[in-house]
């Protein structure tokens, strides 16, 4: 059956530095990929979509990559503040079920 | 303003009364869902709608029902809530265009207690 899978463990990170977060697929070749960002208690806010021909997308500090062959989208947040810490999800086309989630919580 | 608004925000509830979480979007948006959030578990789909009158199971619809009767509305029935259905709801709504990319807007939640 189709999957979406992200590591569920949190991500600790020193502010300042790259958090890079995973989201797999298996079973299907999705057109698209969104990533949302949870607070705690709060709906998930839309951040970026990026589609299967775009191999890199770009909004201010967050980088998000797909990876067809790799069957993967990865998302950065670069120069990482406390203010990024919250939990990230990723979504795909279709009935948008979502994974887990990563937490990122950055460190002063 | 865009919004999805459910209601109620807050509920405290006995075992067995039945209850009904009301979700309202007005972006015209042909796609609804309820997902339920518990603590380890993510966000998991109840149920939702491509469109008025279309309705499907998502990963967890037991103890639950819905409807889509008008585009606009997609309330969450629980004709008998138990304890395990204690959690924080989110319904949320999107277009439906194949193949363009829908954002996902979200209700603010409501927090449910079963008692």
């Known amino acids: 059956s189709q999957k979406i899978e992200q590591n569920s463990e949190a991500l600790n990170i020193q502010e300042g530095k790259t958090a890079t977060l995973t989201c797999n697929y298996t079973?299907?070749?999705?057109?698209?990929l969104q990533w949302y960002r949870q607070d705690p208690g709060r709906g998930p806010v839309f951040l970026l979509l990026i589609r299967e021909n775009e191999k890199e997308k770009r909004k201010e500090r967050l980088k998000v990559t797909f990876d067809t062959t790799l069957k993967q989208s990865l998302f950065h947040i670069t120069a990482s503040q406390p203010a990024d810490s919250a939990t990230y999800l990723c979504a795909p086309p279709g009935r948008l079920a979502f994974g887990k989630g990563n937490q990122v919580v950055v460190i002063p | 303003e865009a919004q999805v608004t459910q209601n109620p925000r807050y509920l405290i509830t006995v075992t067995g009364k039945k209850l009904t979480v009301t979700c309202s979007q007005n972006?015209?948006?042909?796609?609804m869902s309820w997902y339920r959030q518990d603590p380890g578990l993510g966000l998991r789909q109840i149920y939702y709608?491509?469109?008025?009158?279309?309705?499907d199971k998502g990963d967890v619809p037991e103890g639950y029902k819905v409807s889509r009767k008008e585009k606009r509305n997609f309330p969450l029935i629980l004709e008998s809530p138990s304890p395990n259905q204690t959690s924080l709801y989110f319904c949320a709504s999107s277009f439906n265009r194949q193949g363009t990319g829908n954002t996902i807007y979200f209700g603010e939640g409501s927090w449910l207690t079963v008692v």
């Open positions: 972006m015209n948006h042909e796609y």
């Open positions: 079973n299907y070749s999705p057109a698209y």
């Open positions: 709608s491509m469109n008025v009158e279309v309705t």
